[in-house]
């Protein structure tokens, strides 16, 4: 019945997993219905998770005839993959879409330049700040060599050309990404890197009446005096998604996920251990198919589990378990290409999985060269008390039970034996030594 209850729970996962594919109908309910403003809230790191969602709410507003999207922004950047997307995704909206870094304190750094700018609109509120766009590798350390100057180029090059189609200071955004420079929002506007200033969404949207914008299909005046402000809401499914895109949690997830089905292997018949890693590996590859993963690295990771179950078999006197370790740390670093788990996580959890690893293959490895503990090998050598004189045979007490045994010389009462070998229910007993008391 437990293992029944396993499959029903894991099937159960599985069912909402596949149902969290489907278009999540439920957060569309407070989207415009034409002549409002559809705004949608890009807060945190750019990540695959949010790059769904904003173009998810880009297409309801073109769906429900929306008169304006505004993007309310506030990020430290994120994955380039993810920006390209979102950028994409408004360069050729049919709707006007209006960036917006807001509130006061928010910013819009590294990968939130270049969505900024490529709005129809680009404007910030008081007191924000935009910049910082130079590109950074695994751990947001610089990436280095060659491979630098080609990935600084290439954005460099993107991020200039999404400026100048929207007429925007496409010079200094390419300083912004060559030399991470950061100005305020007054500054900002001064320069011709965003258009308007705008203390809250009213004013905003008062401040782009009348303003004229290059669609896709054409050019439109905005008519926003009027409009009234609905927010495009991230439903469950969104906030799941993007806590488990994140490459912190879905590494910590496949590391758990193994555990839990190395335990279940090592010690079969546990369940827990190995519905908890089934579970925690399932949304781990979700989240490894949203990230730029090194597959050499997952490979290394692989590699150490293998070796950790190996050294339940082998006697290698702790080499298996070493090499493991090393493979697991090489490969936790590589894992991911573009954004990388820091080392304040990776050490810890290396250090706790790698020992919990060592700990249960130590165990199995004792567990199968131990003595048994039953049957008639766990009798072999058993210590026993003679409870009714042997000559030749006689009754003991051994292992908990009262058994017939016989002896070469005679034994009695009191007298401890030593347990020599088992002949269906007689037992070969002899008198013990001191040692073996």
């Known amino acids: 019945m437990t293992r029944l209850r396993a499959v029903i729970f894991i099937s159960l996962l599985l069912t909402g997993l ?15 219905t034409g002549g409002e403003a559809l705004i949608i809230e890009l807060e945190g790191a750019i990540s695959p998770a949010t790059a769904t969602y904003v173009t998810r709410g880009l297409a309801e507003a073109k769906a429900t005839g929306a008169a304006l999207a505004v993007i309310r922004l506030d990020t430290p950047g994120g994955l380039g993959s993810s920006m390209r997307t979102i950028v994409k995704d408004i ?14 304190g928010a910013g819009a750094a590294s990968a939130g330049v270049m969505i900024t700018v490529a709005g129809h609109v680009a404007a910030m509120a008081p007191g924000t700040n935009i910049g910082a766009a130079h590109p950074v590798s695994a751990g947001g350390k610089d990436i280095g060599g060659t491979m630098s100057e080609k990935v600084v180029n290439d954005m460099a090059s993107y991020g200039r050309g999404i400026a100048e189609d929207k007429g925007k200071n496409g010079q200094w955004v390419e300083r912004a990404i060559r030399e991470s420079v950061s100005i305020t929002a007054e500054e900002a506007l001064k320069i011709n ?29 905005l008519k926003t005096a009027e409009l009234t402000t609905t927010y495009f809401k991230s439903g469950f499914r969104d906030r799941i998604l993007k806590t488990i895109s994140d490459p912190n949690i879905a590494y910590i997830l496949m590391m758990i996920g193994l555990a839990g089905l190395y335990f279940e292997l090592a010690h079969p018949g546990a369940i827990l251990p190995g519905v908890i890693g089934g579970i925690s590996l399932i949304l781990a590859f979700y989240s490894l198919q949203t990230l730029p993963v090194n597959y050499a690295g997952l490979l290394l990771i692989v590699l150490a589990i293998i070796f950790f179950i190996a050294e339940i078999k082998v006697a290698s006197y702790g080499m298996l ?25 990776i050490i810890p959890t290396v250090i706790l999985v790698g020992g919990f690893f060592i700990i249960v293959a130590g165990l199995a490895f004792k567990a199968q060269r131990a003595r048994p503990k039953s049957g008639v090998e766990g009798l072999l050598g058993e210590v026993g008390i003679v409870m009714e004189s042997i000559d030749p045979e006689g009754l003991v007490f051994v292992h908990g039970e009262y058994w017939r045994a016989k002896a ?30």
């Open 18 to 32: 596949i149902y969290g594919y489907i278009p999540n109908s439920m957060s569309y309910l407070s989207a415009s």
């Open 193 to 221: 890197v965003i258009d308007i200033i705008a203390k809250d969404l009213d004013e905003l949207l008062r401040l782009v009446d009348g303003r004229e914008v290059t669609l896709s299909n054409g050019k439109v005046t």
């Open 91 to 104: 360069l050729n909206s049919s709707v006007p879409v209006i960036v917006y870094v807001a509130p006061r």
């Open 408 to 437: 070469i010389e005679k034994l009695v009462p009191g007298e401890n034996v030593v347990v020599e070998g088992v002949h269906g229910l007689l037992l070969n007993v002899r008198r013990a030594n001191k040692h073996e008391l």
């Open 321 to 345: 378990s070493i090499g493991g370790l090393i493979s697991l740390v090489i490969g936790s670093i590589m894992l991911f290409e573009d954004v990388g788990v820091p080392l304040q996580i």
